[in-house]
């Protein structure tokens, strides 16, 4: 079995949603290191890596907004969906829920697959 | 200073200038945020835990990719068949200079051929380098200067918009595929090198030896190889062929395409440079009547012994030229015959498919 390519789809697979997860999480505005606690405990692990070059490239694409705080203890920098990351999100949300119904129609159940 | 600056410090160095302050100070400001889920709220960090945390982030390295993606190609997808093909052009016109060199090398009798070998493949060497190098460097520029380059997504995705968009494309204008219109990049960049070859060596050189040596008179009369009327009557014939060999060669590169009327124009100028060199092979036209005359019994020195081979040599590259003329004409035609053979085929299994 090639296990590598096997990892690669499932990576693959798990790219696609990421974008979406951050914005639906960004209605409230948030700091990267909360942002990360709020995706994990939803049982969504990612890396660190990977999701603060996001927020700032989601940023610099427009759907974001950012400020930096300095109420707290250090600087922190705040993002929140603008309403251009608003109107984004509602696309992927009609696109995500379409999905949802094709794939439950695609897919076959587990115990199929025996 | 701590591990933590010292980290800072390292992905700094590989940020762009112009967004590294900004980048460092948000992570620096995430850092102390895991330091403090990693310590659970203490006060003072243990260096453990800042080794820690530095290393769930990832190496100086992996973090500046992340931020500032730089394109990790020399060449993108878009330019990387041009660059290809220009490559190929311009290998193929080196190696045809270095093939000339050799032959005028080997022609001359006081280099050894120990010496010409050693030269070839040092020139090969160096002149190959050089054109792979300079045409990586040019194409590495435009790629890194081009308005619509491609752009490198981290994520990796969206390869379809980038590389070929579907919209506004037709499949309709798909060329038909007949094997005979293939065009191979490097025999038509090998026929433009033969062609520019021939025009600069007729027009130049042949003037040089000749009408100029002639008309001002500062020429010895035995460099006198070539008559100047001949060169005057048959020199515009001669530039009118090649020049249209070469259109036709550089319209069927510039297509990639090998069409009809290209085909029958190809032939054409083959049929009139075959009878061109026919008429050169056949007489002493292009011999100067001073060599003519050097070549008599009455001269027997190794002058006169020059002179008299100068025209079989002459007649045998002619000849040498019209044959292979011929052949490519053949060639042509047979060609010709397997793109026509080809469309009735094709059209034949379409109507069958409908």
Do not use: C
Not at chain 1, 77 to 90: D, I, P
Not at chain 2, 74 to 94: A, H, K, R, W
């Amino acid at each position: 079995m090639n296990e590598k390519a096997i990892r690669n789809a499932e990576l693959e697979l798990r790219r696609g949603i990421l974008t979406l997860s951050v914005l639906s999480q960004l209605q409230t505005r948030q700091y990267g290191y909360s942002l990360l606690q709020a995706l994990t405990d939803h049982g969504l692990e990612i890396d660190q890596n990977t999701l603060y070059p996001l927020l700032r490239r989601l940023e610099q694409q427009g759907f974001l907004d950012s400020d930096w705080s300095v109420a707290e203890s250090r600087p922190r920098r705040y993002y929140v969906l603008n309403q251009q990351g608003k109107e984004a999100l509602q696309i992927m949300l009609d696109q995500w829920q379409q999905l949802v119904a094709t794939m439950e129609r695609l897919l076959p159940m587990k115990e199929e697959l025996q | 200073m701590n591990w933590l600056d010292r980290y800072l410090a390292a992905i700094g160095e590989r940020l762009p200038a112009r967004q590294r302050q900004d980048i460092l100070k948000e992570l620096r400001s995430l850092l102390l945020d895991a330091l403090d889920h990693q310590t659970e709220g203490q006060a003072e960090y243990a260096e453990e835990d800042i080794l820690a945390v530095i290393r769930q982030f990832g190496s100086p390295e992996e973090v500046a990719l992340r931020y500032a993606p730089k394109p990790r190609y020399i060449i993108g997808p878009q330019l990387y068949d041009t660059y290809l093909t220009v490559t190929q052009i311009l290998l193929t016109l080196v190696a045809f200079g270095i093939g000339v060199a050799l032959v005028v090398e080997l022609v001359r009798a006081d280099l050894s051929l120990l010496a010409v070998m050693g030269q070839t493949v040092a020139r090969v060497l160096s002149a190959g380098v050089s054109v792979i190098g300079w045409t990586t460097l040019v194409f590495a520029l435009i790629e890194r200067t081009s308005a619509g380059k491609y752009e490198a997504e981290p994520e990796g995705s969206e390869l379809d918009d980038d590389v070929g968009n579907a919209a506004g494309w037709d499949p309709k204008t798909l060329p038909a595929f007949v094997s005979g219109e293939r065009v191979s990049i490097s025999d038509q960049a090998f026929s433009l090198a033969v062609a520019v070859l021939a025009l600069v060596g007729a027009n130049y050189l042949a003037v040089q030896l000749g009408i100029y040596g002639s008309v001002s008179g500062e020429l010895t009369p035995e460099l006198q190889v070539v008559n100047k009327d001949t060169v005057a009557l048959l020199l515009p014939w001669w530039n009118a062929m090649w020049i249209a060999g070469f259109a036709i060669d550089a319209a069927a590169l510039i297509q990639r395409r090998w069409r009809t009327g290209l085909r029958i124009g190809a032939i054409a100028v083959d049929i009139g440079s075959a009878i061109l060199l026919a008429v050169l092979a056949s007489s002493q036209l292009l011999l100067g009547e001073n060599i003519i005359a050097l070549a008599g019994p009455e001269q027997a020195d190794g002058l006169a012994t020059a002179a008299r081979i100068a025209p079989q040599a002459l007649r045998g590259i002619f000849i040498a030229a019209m044959l292979f003329t011929v052949w490519d004409m053949i060639e042509q035609i047979m060609a010709l015959v397997r793109v026509h053979r080809g469309r009735s085929d094709v059209s034949g299994s379409t109507g069958q498919l409908g």
